[in-house]
């Protein structure tokens, strides 16, 4: 059972405020239901849809299903699913249990999915039976001995192995009697985090927390029940799972789930869809563009597309506008999702030259070394406070104590500069910025340039290891179809844009994709273990 409390002083001040209130996702949701019971809530590329009657419906069978099985107040039930229709019926019916959800992507292995139902302490499990090249019946039979809890598995399509209960069946038995929804302050959600650390963190939100960061983000963007949402970024991903599910079954509105992204099934789909707004990491903005501009097809029911998780280039931003697409900046953590945005009425520009600016009821700050808030304009280390802020990471008080001080402020370890206006850029992380020889690099300024060149696609500039100068610089690419990019080629195109010679890359690798998680994220990290020992030409591919 999951038991964390929010802290006193959080709870005085923002119920002081207006800002938390007592009623729980649970029972939004169902006010969602009682409005507009007729409307499609969710569609998904295999062109299924359920309109809020039928969620209220299967969410209810679902939710009997596994209170007799024992899941109840306070339980984790992982759903480790795909962009499918079925992930708002999960949802729902976990709410109405009072039990934890917790989200986990498809891409995660074995390994991790045995820690993490571990530390969850997961009474229940929603897999489907195969997606792409897994097969999570396999998955689970080889964790069976290593689970510390025999989980209720319930399994949506057909794996190799004949494991717990279909999904159709599951939902086949009786309507819940009673729904039992928790506390507004009780855990909601359980996020476990995939940044540089070796093993994932189990960040905890209450339905409160979750409720106001929707609320703030939906209000700042003027979404209502009458959009649509396309979402490509995994569902069982922070992003994807509070402003694909959470927002949109709040508001009434409805959402059109892909489950694998390529960027002319996403332009197709957002125009069948008729999506008025989406969210990906940098990448996903580029394929849509890139096949806009191919196909010639426009979407003109889209309002914004929030882009977030790795730098926005200027270039990118401008093509986006050129065949009509806005692009928004959006910045935030699993622990303080997002803080920050582009606001409608801010310039174009803004989505290059910041990551955002606060939301209502959210603050937002740099500070120096000693925890001290620096004057806008200042670089320093980015923290946040406000009530959508996670209230810890489960099973590890000393980690929370580090990320959350006992005045509410989750530091980030983003390296920022905070202007007084409320806007953040980001310009790196604390322990990512490159130093050489005594000077610091930001790997993001070296970034946005090399995106500009022509053969670039993705870029990642990492600091590795160097006896003499502390690191060097390496920029690993991903360049665009039949093109490539020579390790002078890269120096000079540097140089010429008046980057300091101290920053130019002393290695250049060429790559056909970078490591990332499932929101588009790339994982630094990983670049750096694979490359620490990387020696000799500088023009290694």
């Given at each position: ?96 249990l009072g039990a934890v959800i917790n989200p986990l992507p498809p891409t995660y292995g074995w390994k991790d999915l045995a820690f993490i139902m571990n530390k969850s302490g997961a009474r229940a499990v929603i897999v489907p039976g195969k997606f792409r090249s897994a097969d999570y019946t ?404």
């Amino acid at each position: 059972m999951i038991d964390l409390k929010p802290a006193a002083a959080s709870l005085e001040r923002y119920y002081q405020a207006g800002y938390w209130q007592d009623r729980s996702l649970g029972q939004l949701i169902a006010d969602s239901v009682a409005r507009y019971s007729e409307k499609i809530v969710v569609q998904d590329a295999s062109g299924h849809s359920l309109t809020y009657g039928e969620l209220e419906d299967k969410a209810s069978r679902l939710a009997a299903f596994l209170a007799a099985r024992g899941v109840g107040i306070g339980d984790a039930v992982t759903m480790h699913l795909p962009n499918w229709w079925q992930t708002a019926v999960v949802s729902y019916a976990t709410f109405k249990l009072g039990a934890v959800i917790n989200p986990l992507p498809p891409t995660y292995g074995w390994k991790d999915l045995a820690f993490i139902m571990n530390k969850s302490g997961a009474r229940a499990v929603i897999v489907p039976g195969k997606f792409r090249s897994a097969d999570y019946t396999e998955h689970l039979a080889q964790i069976k001995n290593e689970l510390t809890i025999a989980p209720t598995i319930v399994v949506i399509g057909r794996g190799k192995l004949a494991l717990g209960t279909s999904f159709d069946e599951a939902l086949s038995g009786p309507l819940l009697e009673k729904d039992n929804y928790a506390a507004a302050d009780a855990p909601g959600l359980l996020l476990f985090t995939s940044g540089s650390e070796s093993r994932p963190k189990g960040v905890v939100h209450t339905h409160n927390t979750a409720i106001f960061g929707e609320r703030a983000l939906s209000a700042t963007l003027q979404l209502s029940s009458d959009d649509v949402c396309f979402m490509a970024s995994p569902v069982t991903h922070t992003s994807g799972f509070m402003h694909g599910i959470l927002m949109t079954l709040m508001l009434g509105s409805s959402v059109s789930l892909l489950d694998v992204f390529k960027g002319d099934a996403a332009v197709e789909q957002m125009a069948t869809s008729r999506a008025s707004w989406t969210m990906g990491a940098t990448p996903f903005l580029s394929d849509v563009v890139d096949s806009m501009e191919r196909s010639g097809k426009r979407l003109p029911d889209l309002r914004y597309f929030l882009c977030g998780g790795a730098p926005i280039p200027e270039v990118v931003v401008r093509r986006a506008q050129q065949v009509g697409i806005r692009v928004l900046s959006i910045y935030g953590s699993t622990e303080s999702p997002p803080h920050t945005v582009t606001w409608p009425g801010d310039p174009i520009a803004a989505a290059w030259q910041a990551d955002g600016r606060s939301l209502p009821g959210i603050e937002v700050c740099a500070v120096d070394e000693d925890g001290r808030a620096l004057p806008p304009g200042r670089q320093g280390e980015q923290w946040s406070r406000g009530p959508h802020a996670f209230i810890g990471y489960l099973g590890e008080p000393e980690l929370t104590a580090t990320a959350l001080d006992a005045q509410g402020w989750y530091h980030s370890g983003d390296l920022a500069t905070v202007g007084a206006d409320g806007s953040v850029r980001i310009v790196g992380r604390i322990k990512d910025m490159i130093i050489r020889g005594g000077q610091n690099i930001s790997a993001r300024e070296v970034e946005d340039i090399l995106l500009e060149h022509p053969a670039c696609h993705m870029v990642s500039v990492i600091g590795l290891p160097d006896e003499r100068l502390g690191e060097l610089c390496c920029a690993v690419v991903v360049c665009h179809p039949g093109l490539s990019l020579a390790f002078d080629e890269m120096k000079q195109f540097l140089i010429e844009r008046g980057v300091a010679r101290f920053k130019l890359p002393e290695y250049l690798v060429l790559r056909d994709a970078l490591p990332a998680t499932p929101s588009g994220k790339i994982q630094k990290f990983k670049l750096r273990e694979e490359l620490k020992t990387l020696k000799g030409d500088p023009s290694h591919v």
